[in-house]
């Protein structure tokens, strides 16, 4: 193992039991075990520095746990000064720091264009070369395929529309009129904070619920863990699609001046804004897809292996089309929450123990 701190190895493309793609919180996860086992793997990755997707997320975003919940396996997170959960650049620095202290072989920025069968390997195509590896945990998460359903009129609207993968902040909306849509954790805080600067409506499928204060993240990985071990679970790959929104901080004071008013969805857009099947119309500025994200399987399109759903049937992490190709970190799918950290971190165990089990046999 490399000494906490030093800078992991970079070697060429070539041969390799185990290849992870993707060095965001399930890649890591992945890796801390694969090193312990001291299995022969690299991770590639796509960004040009640590964090994977909380590299991107806007910066008032807070995790729905405190940190001694929101953690890797081996390492715990600290807890941010002033306590409440960690934000997106606490955890993109506790990311950094985890990888670092690891000394785990993370290879970036790194392309993966395709992954295909190549007699007993699979071929792993980059944009710095070819590697072939026996085993390959695709660890790309969903942040890269945001979610946006369609409604009649939306090319008509004349504002801006923006997705959450998007939003960087509200200065840019201040003074206007802002249509924030999606029943989720994301669209509240963002709420929460647009609400301060802007005219707001909240608009959701279903009337949306807000956990009580004193229940925080911990308790939506618990009962995706129940749902997973029930006979039937359906998820959309999102974690904040768990059907409750966590009360933190920001979330809670904007419930106490009375902003979490939500309106029914809508039917169409229009020029200036959002109307409903009874006529009523809203003008609007600006509109806010808060509606989630899909996952990011567009590399392991030669492999030919989704279902009618656009999933991959999966046992496990283990892809039940190539045997060779585990999936982690996407939603309920492959693992109880495993987009989230705590869902990663657990469900990574369990993955490379099967991995393990296939490079001894």
Known sequence: MNPAGTAAPSPAPGRVDVLVVGGGQAGLAAGYHLRRAKADFVVLDAQDGPGGAWRHAWPSL?????????????????????????????????????????????????????????????????????WRARIVISATGTWWRPFVPHYPGMDDFRGRQLHTAGYTGPESLRGERVVIVGGGNSAAQILAEVSTVASTTWITLRPPRLLPDEVDGKALFDLATRRARSADVADTGDPADLGDIVAVPPVREARDRGALKAEPMFTRL????????????????????????????????????????????????????????????????????????????????????????????
Do not use: N
Not at 91 to 103: M, N, W
Not at 327 to 348: K, N
């Open 270 to 361: 229009t020029a200036t804004g959002v109307a409903w099947a009874d006529g009523t119309e809203l003008a609007c500025d600006t509109i806010i897809w808060c509606t989630g994200f899909r996952p990011a399987l567009g590399h392991l399109a030669p492999l030919r292996l989704r279902g009618p759903d656009g999933l991959i049937p999966v046992e496990g992490t283990r892809a039940l089309g190539e045997a060779r190709l585990h999936l982690l970190g996407y939603g309920d799918w492959t693992g109880p929450a495993s987009a989230t950290l705590i869902g990663a971190a657990r469900t990574a165990k369990t993955c490379v123990a099967d991995v393990l089990r296939q490079l001894a046999s």
């Open 62 to 130: 807070r995790l729905f746990s405190p940190a001694r919940y929101s953690s890797l396996p081996g390492r715990m997170m600290p807890a941010p000064p002033g306590g409440g959960p960690p934000s997106a650049a606490d955890t993109v620095a506790y990311l950094a720091d985890y990888e670092r202290h690891y000394g785990l072989p993370i290879i970036r920025p790194v392309h993966v264009q395709g992954i295909r069968r190549d007699e007993d390997r699979l071929a792993v195509l980059t944009d710095t070369g070819a």
